[in-house]
């Protein structure tokens, strides 16, 4: 026995060595990460006890929990049978998907041609103004928008010089989807494309120049070399892009939709900020935005799945 427990001994001796070395060698990296993992558990856990709510008839300033009014799953029950659903189910999906039809794709396309870019000068500028929407307040933004789009704005004048009556693009329903992905496409594809512009710097060069000696063309070398090195990027930003199908830009519909055009604008967010902030109906909001976030992490755990065994990559 003795001869037994004394390697045992000795492994555990050296696997706590091994731990302290771990910790002595990294000790620097945890404590900067310290704060912002002490900041995360105060604004994103804590809150989390909130949640309960959802299984109440919450007032506020009433307790979380006992005495509490507590009605289970009917908030998300009446949320299904409410006659807003499906146009709400709809209309959050279709914006999604068009943010990830166009949106998704237009950072990785502007990365691609700009990395084949030599001017350096002209490259820089073209990245600086790409990004300078981002940092533009979304209020600002969509204020810019109203204003081209307007009856007497830049956009109606511009078509009225050929020959084209004004017309009231805001307040057309069928109109939205397309002004709501332009405006976001537009805000966030530069900021976006630093990510594809920081994983294409990473690329070793001897790559190309290798491919470059075999006879390929550039489309060749991004098609065999560029892409592959992205692969990982694109298919983490599309797991994350699936995630959020049912939570689209909510702050930017609200700057720019309007009551005439709830039958293609209204969303989820948008419903709940309706019905949550200015209807004081926080119990109700809560579950609806509750269950949203199960089916999100649903979303989230099946791509994940799919791409981990299609590419090899995934959040875990």
């Not at 910790?23 to 900041?39: A, D, G, R, T």
């Not at 109109?175 to 294409?200: C, D, N, R």
Request: charged residues 15%.
């Amino acid at each position: 026995m003795a001869e037994i427990t004394k390697p045992a001994a000795a492994l555990g001796k050296k696997k706590k060595r091994l731990r302290q070395d771990i910790v002595k060698e990294n000790i620097e990296v945890w404590s900067m990460m310290l704060p912002v993992l002490v900041l995360i558990f105060i604004f994103s856990y804590i809150p989390l006890w909130g949640v309960v709510i959802a299984f109440q008839n919450y007032l506020p300033g009433s307790p979380f929990f006992d005495p509490a009014n507590w009605v289970g799953l009917k908030h998300i029950r009446q949320f299904v049978d409410s006659i807003y659903f499906s146009r709400l189910l709809i209309n959050t999906i279709r914006l999604s998907l068009l943010s990830i039809a166009f949106t998704f794709w237009v950072p990785i396309i502007f990365a691609l041609f700009l990395n084949e870019v030599t001017n350096l000068r002209f490259k820089k500028v073209v990245q600086t103004c790409s990004y300078l929407p981002y940092f533009v307040s979304s209020v600002v933004v969509a204020g810019m928008v109203i204003s081209f789009l307007d009856v007497n704005g830049i956009i109606n004048n511009l078509l009225a010089a050929f020959g084209a009556t004004p017309y009231e693009y805001m307040t057309d329903p069928a109109y939205f989807p397309a002004i709501y992905t332009v405006t976001t496409i537009w805000k966030g594809f530069g900021f976006e494309s630093i990510l594809y512009f920081s994983t294409l710097s990473s690329i070793d060069p001897s790559l190309y120049e290798a491919a470059r000696i075999d006879g390929a063309n550039h489309m060749r070398q991004i098609w065999h070399i560029t892409l592959p090195g992205l692969k990982s990027v694109i298919a983490i930003k599309l797991i994350m892009s699936v995630g959020h199908i049912l939570s689209s830009n909510t702050d930017m519909i609200l700057l720019l939709y309007n009551s005439s055009t709830y039958k293609t604008a209204d969303v989820i967010g948008t419903y709940v900020y309706r019905l949550g902030i200015q209807g004081g109906k926080f119990s109700y909001t809560t579950a609806v935005n509750l269950f949203m976030s199960l089916i999100a992490f649903a979303l989230t755990s099946i791509a994940n799945r799919v791409s981990n065994k299609l590419t090899g990559s995934g959040l875990w």
